[in-house]
């Protein structure tokens, strides 16, 4: 879990190639559900707060950051 969060910081950094990849608003709701699987509520509520601040319709972090409060 630990070096798939570095793998998708690391995906942060770089521009999607086509516009059917992953947006950054989908990489950071995956670093949120990684950082739940690691118990780790607090990182988990950033992440899908920075998926939400990227694009407010990405329904899935949406889901995710209400589950947690």
Known sequence: LERGI???QKCLTLDPPTAA???H???WQRI?????HLQRPVEAR???ESALR???GNTQASAALAKLR
């Open 6 to 8: 570095a793998c998708l």
């Open 21 to 23: 990849s992953p947006t």
């Open 25 to 27: 608003s989908h990489v």
């Open 32 to 36: 949120g559900n990684l950082q739940e």
């Open 46 to 48: 950033a992440a899908y």
């Open 54 to 56: 990227l694009d407010p």
